[in-house]
């Protein structure tokens, strides 16, 4: 049989460390903090050799990768994960000629102090959640590229929220309703069109517009809210260049209570799980 290796080439590479984890503890007196995160790390650039010859000379062990997260974050602290991002990008990319680019992902596990009445423990923390904050920095030969963003922030609205006026056909059996429980687990990421950001205070204001903006919304579909939230993002927010949401319809279905001779007064629904309708969309200035 006739060997492919002289009609084959690489077309994209990449190699790295994922699933770092990363567990920070500031003591301050006897008030700690708390950065917990997971990173992955990256590689681009003109490592083909390593895959064609097996030549690692230029090959940074993903080892190496872990170890460096852990040092610079002695060294410099985690601070914002933007932040922590760029330092590390900035590293790599100083130190590795064959280097083009590389990726840091972040995922912030946010902690809070617990409540003691009207003041907080110092040292004694609740995980938030399923709510996570997460970040992306491309460094290059040029530059930095910062994105930030939520996963998971499930919200729900019990109503102005619609669904009516689409189109049916032989198979379409949903009812039109004009008043509906309106739920979902947003995932939302946005673009700087800077690297140097007050990342934290954007971060809060995004996520208060956005929550905003879905509470205040006359909703006639999941489309028509997610794009006044991310508008409001847009309008409000000068360095956030685009932002793009996705949006799954975690269904509640009324439950038929006149089959056990009760009322319907849309207060009694299940919740499903699957499936249900994705909605994705991206706005950009």
Same mark, same amino acid.
């Given at each position: 049989m006739p060997s492919i290796s002289s009609k084959a080439s690489l077309s994209r590479t990449s190699y790295g460390k994922s699933r770092i984890r990363l567990v920070q503890v500031l003591r301050r007196g006897d008030r700690h903090e708390v950065r917990d995160l997971t990173v992955a790390i990256a590689f681009e650039g003109d490592y083909d050799t390593s895959y064609t010859e097996g030549d690692?000379?230029? +090959?940074? $062990?993903?080892?190496t990768m872990k170890n460096t997260v852990y040092a610079l974050a002695a060294r410099d602290g985690t601070g914002e994960p933007e932040a922590f991002g760029t330092i590390l990008g900035k590293h790599f990319i100083s130190r590795n000629p064959k280097l083009a680019r590389v990726h840091v992902d972040l995922i912030d596990h946010g902690w809070s102090h617990i409540a003691d009445g009207a003041r907080e423990h110092g040292q004694?923390? +609740?995980?938030?959640?399923p709510e996570v904050r997460t970040a992306r920095v491309v460094t290059d030969r040029k530059g930095v590229a910062v994105t930030a963003g939520i996963t998971d922030l499930i919200i729900m609205k019990t109503s102005r929220s619609a669904f009516a006026d689409f189109p049916r056909d032989e198979f379409t059996t949903l009812p039109e309703?004009?008043?509906?429980l309106l739920a979902t687990a947003l995932t939302a990421v946005w673009s700087y069109s800077e690297s140097e950001v007050e990342f934290g205070a954007v971060f809060r204001t995004v996520r208060s517009s956005l929550l905003d903006a879905f509470a205040r919304h006359d909703s006639l579909s999941v489309q028509h809210t997610l794009y006044a939230m991310a508008e409001v993002v847009l309008e409000t927010i000068d360095v956030v260049n685009s932002i793009s949401l996705e949006m799954p319809n975690r269904h509640h279905l009324p439950v038929d209570l006149t089959r056990f001779g009760m009322e319907n007064r849309n207060e009694i629904f299940v919740a499903t799980e699957? $499936?249900?309708?994705l909605i994705k969309a991206t706005l950009s200035r």
């Open positions: 690692n000379r230029d +090959v940074l $062990p993903t080892d004694a923390f +609740v995980r938030r959640g309703t004009r008043d509906r699957e $499936p249900f309708g």
